[in-house]
C-alpha cells in the first residue's frame, strides 16, 4: 500500500464491499451483488459504480473477461483497519491512545473475557522493550 493508501477511510457499504473480495478474490460484479445480498439489496449497478470506484482509489484491480470484470483487492483488511483506526484515534481522540481505550472499557464495548487477552497482549508487548 502507498503512502496515500495508509489513509485510507472507507464507508461502511464499501467495507463491505472489501470484506466480500478479501473472502473471496477474484468476484466479478456479477458475483460480489450476489454475495451482499444477504446483508444488503444492491443493484448490479450500484455495486458496480462502487467497485469502479474503489479501483481508482487504488484499493482493487480488475481484469476484463469477455463481458465480465473481476476484481482483486491490492490491500488487506488489516491495512485498512490500521488507517481507520489511526483516523480514528486522530480525529475523534486527538490522538489519545488511553482515552480510546478507556472509552471502549467504560461503554462495555470490550467484553470482560477479552480483557484478560488483551492484558496479555500488553504484558508481551511490553516484553519486547525490557
Known amino acids: 500500500m502507498d503512502e496515500d493508501a495508509d489513509k485510507v477511510s472507507l464507508s461502511d457499504l464499501q467495507l463491505s464491499i472489501m470484506r466480500v473480495l478479501w473472502d473471496q478474490p477474484n468476484s466479478s460484479t456479477a458475483q460480489v451483488t450476489e454475495l451482499l445480498r444477504d446483508s444488503r439489496a444492491l443493484a ?21 473477461e469477455g463481458r465480465q470484470i473481476f476484481y482483486t483487492p491490492l490491500v488487506s483488511e488489516s491495512q ?32 470482560v473475557d477479552d480483557l484478560e487477552k488483551i492484558r496479555q497482549l500488553i504484558e508481551d508487548k511490553g516484553g519486547d522493550h525490557a
Open 44 to 64: 448490479h449497478t450500484t455495486v458496480a459504480t462502487l467497485l469502479t470506484r474503489l479501483e481508482k482509489r487504488g484499493l482493487l484491480s480488475s481484469q476484463r
Open 80 to 111: 485498512i483497519q490500521r488507517s481507520m483506526l489511526a483516523d480514528l484515534l486522530a480525529t475523534v481522540f486527538r490522538g489519545n491512545t488511553p482515552a480510546l481505550l478507556s472509552h471502549l472499557v467504560q461503554e462495555d464495548e470490550i467484553k
